[in-house]
């Protein structure tokens, strides 16, 4: 592997071909803010927040950082007016599901975005597919899973799959960075009151 | 059929299937595309089959079910050759009298021709009424001409020559060539240089290719790959076969959406003549080239459409976007270098080889060139589908291929590219339709819808449905797309129900910038467009709604009230009688007033009111007058001997 040298925020930084940059930024100390990102999992690329500013051949791209790989020369900036725009932005949209999410909060503090923007609809699911994905690619049980799509997707457990797997495994549900009680609801309401389709759907 | 071993049978089979063709000898075409069947051409191609066996003309006439010709408006659609006879709007009842009249006596039927409300001349030639004369149908043209059941009326018409040609006199790198020297842009939406693609793919490192047809249109009023497909699909195969020959891919596959039944049927029917023909499979026409095509049904997703979503359907997963960033022409299906064109960039292939970049360079503008074809639909005289040269205006689109808008209304905004599309208001209609142009005016080309609306039509309702469509038809994984969409359709709602507020557009346009800026594919980063595009050209009207309180196209049920004027009401009684809600109050001699607390808004009154009286009316954005005093309703009449 060879090694590939770029800058990130003005410094210098060393990082193997192949590598993201937030895996770059990482190593060299330089902290980007995930939410959808875990180490064990495949980028996914869904919550956006790890959003930087590339200039890659003399023009300025916004990426996210989880999942562009690294390249000779790539200069990147973590923070600029139009990433922390971005970020403030996401931030607010995702409170108006997850207010109380400490996560967000933190965050949100940095950014300065406020929690009341947006009318609240207490889905608490910001959609990052932590557990969807664990349950998938470490365990290897697909036990949770998404349903529908657009505004109207939300997660649920396979009543089939977590009657039998999830009491005893549970480890998606400290993943969740919004609401560990709202994973445990949706998996109780999911084998309490299967639907005799695809599995639960809660209308809320 | 025996399978064609070289390129000299293909030839003696095109010409033992012209030797028995009499050009001359009447044919009967029906449009048998999905707009005349839904309007009725299999009863009419019954009436016929069956007119023809009983006037006894079976073996003097052939009758032939083809593919969209395109006028959809007024379909089901007849055309009897060679005299190029166009009956319009055919019904089974007419079919006895075309049958006897035009076909035995060569007399044409006034009635069913097509006038020009112009002139109020009847048109008998096909080509001669104005919707046609206006194009330039090079790639759909063949359509009404064609069985798409039938291989040997593709081959009739020069078909599979393209195929041919690039397999035994051009190498792959001359194919290649040919392609990007034609700049074929990619007609499903970007424009991205379709040769270009092809290098990407054929460069890519991998033994395994693959080359798909995106054919999963999905835009609201969009069908112009539909028809292509259902109507010509042997023409789509070629091209096909054409790249991947040049890519040096041996598999395909046609992504088509399970709701085309026709395209789907018609595409695996041209599929299995064309391996039985030996035109597929292992060997084609003895050039030692292999290659073999798939059709994959899409279910329903309009996110699919986006590559990286649709390589990843393909794979048999849910059909959403990879965040990589990486061309699928590099990594695409299973990981493997996978070129995907639109079906009618496809299409376009056999013509560049047969006729040369040259000729195909003709046509068009600087950066955009050759043709390109939009299903023209809204409020329009000639809804359908019609293909033009890049570089005409709107102007020439809308009313001389379009014949203007229709019921005579004024015209306010054209949509192109679908819901990823923007409007483009009057004072650009001189624009040169091309790639570039489009964009530059807040739009895009995007798969060729052409969605006209009037001064009826209400501009921020417009956005609000283009927006509520992607509410329902993201794929929902990323944050700025699923969240963005759920806030801006979401504002727009409050606008057109009259609770918008100072600020909303401020906010909508914060809104389309992070959802543009963060989004994970196209669909996201295009979602804004038909927000952007409205407040960029009809900002006022979204003040008015919120400002006002006023709906400017009085479109808007929550901000538009009916009134009757009680000086024009001439206690008729038919909006009273109408009225589907009884919110009329009103009587013989008595001049009738709308009860606002029951009144549905639904327009009957205002249908209804005899347009002498002209007494209903629509308001918006004032108070609806008092009601006349109940003792001045009563309409005293002069007596007719006065």
Known sequence: MSEILLRIDGKEVKAREGMTILEAARSAGIFIPTLCYHEKLEPYGACRICIVEVEVRGWTRLVVSCVYPVEDNLVVRTRSEKVDRIRKTLLELMMAHAPDSSQLQELAQEYGADRDRFEKEASFCIHCGLCVRYCAEVKKLNAVGFVDRGTRKEISFIPQIASRECWNCKECFPLCPTSYLQAAFVLIESLAFPSPSSGPTSEK | ?642
């Open chain 2, 1 to 642: 059929m025996p399978r064609l071993k070289s390129f000299a049978e293909l030839e003696e089979l095109r010409k033992s299937i012209l030797s028995i063709r009499d050009p001359n000898k009447p044919c009967i075409t029906l449009c048998s595309g999905s707009a005349c069947y839904a309007c009725g051409s299999e009863a009419v191609a019954a009436s016929i089959e069956n007119e023809i066996e009983k006037q006894g003309l079976s073996a003097e006439v052939d009758f032939r079910k083809t593919g969209c010709h395109g006028f959809c408006e007024r379909g089901p659609i007849i055309v009897i050759h060679p005299e190029e006879i166009c009956y319009l709007q055919v019904e089974p009842e007419d079919v006895p009298e075309i049958v006897s009249q035009t076909l035995k006596q060569k007399k044409v039927i006034e009635r069913l021709l097509y006038t020009d409300p112009r002139t109020n001349e009847k048109i008998v030639r096909e080509s001669e009424i104005p919707f046609y004369k206006n194009q330039t149908r090079l790639v759909f043209g063949s359509n009404g001409n064609i069985d798409p059941k039938s291989i040997d009326d593709y081959l009739a018409i020069g078909g599979y020559s393209a195929l041919a040609k690039a397999l035994s006199q051009m190498t792959r790198e001359q194919v290649l060539e040919e392609v990007k020297k034609a700049n074929l842009r990619g007609r499903g939406g970007g424009g991205f240089p379709a040769g270009k693609k092809w290098e990407e793919c054929r460069n890519a490192p991998g033994e395994i290719k693959y080359v798909i047809v995106n054919a999963d249109e999905g835009d609201p009023g969009a069908y112009k790959d539909r028809s292509l497909l259902e109507g010509n699909p042997h023409a789509v195969l070629e091209g096909l076969t054409i790249g991947a020959y040049a890519i040096g891919s041996h598999e395909g596959y046609i992504y088509v959406r399970q709701e085309y039944p026709l395209a789907v049927e018609n595409v695996t029917i041209a599929i299995k003549q064309a391996q039985e023909y030996g035109l597929l499979g292992k060997n084609i026409l003895g050039s030692g080239f292999d290659f073999t095509v798939k059709v994959h049904r899409g279910a329903g997703a309009f996110v699919s459409g986006e590559s990286s979503a649709l390589m990843t359907a393909l794979e048999g997963k849910v059909g959403e976007p990879r965040p990589k960033y990486i061309h699928t022409a590099v990594k695409g299906v299973w990981d493997r270098p996978s070129d995907l064109n639109n079906v009618e960039t496809w299409a376009n292939v056999p013509l560049i080889i047969n006729k040369g970049a040259d000729w195909f360079t003709q046509f068009g503008t600087e950066g955009s060139k050759g043709t390109k074809i939009f299903s023209l639909v809204g409020k329009i005289n000639n809804t359908g589908l019609v293909e033009v040269p890049m570089g005409i205006t709107l102007r020439d689109i809308i009313y001389k291929v379009g014949g203007g808008i229709a019921g005579g209304k004024k015209f306010k905004a054209v949509q192109t590219g679908g819901p990823s599309g923007g409007c483009i208001s009057e004072e650009q209609l001189d624009l040169k339709v091309d790639f570039d142009e489009l964009t530059r005016a807040g739009s895009m080309m995007g798969s060729g819808g052409m969605i006209v609306m009037d001064e009826d039509t209400c501009m921020v309702d417009f956005a609000r449905y283009f927006l509520n469509f992607l509410s329902d038809e993201s794929c929902g994984k990323c944050v700025p797309c699923r969240e963005g969409i759920r806030q801006m359709l979401k504002v727009l709602t409050n606008i057109t129900i009259g609770n918008g507020k100072e600020g909303d557009i401020e906010l909508l346009e914060e809104l389309s910038e992070v959802t543009k800026d963060a989004s994970l594919c196209a669909l996201g980063k295009s979602a804004p467009n038909p927000v952007l595009s409205t407040i960029r050209y009809f900002r006022d009207e979204y003040e008015a709604h919120i400002k006002e309180k006023r709906c400017p196209a009085y479109s808007c049920k929550a901000l538009i009230s009916y009134f009757i004027d009680p000086h024009r009401c001439q206690a008729c009684m038919i909006c009273f009688r109408k009225c589907p809600a009884d919110a009329i109050d009103g009587g013989k001699n008595k001049i009738h007033i709308i009860n606002q607390d029951k009144c549905t808004k639904c327009g009957t009154c205002f249908e209804v009111c005899p347009s002498r009286f002209g007494a209903v009316k629509k308001i918006s954005g004032e108070p609806v007058p008092c009601p006349v005093p109940e003792k001045e309703r009563t309409i005293v009449r002069k007596s007719k001997d006065k």
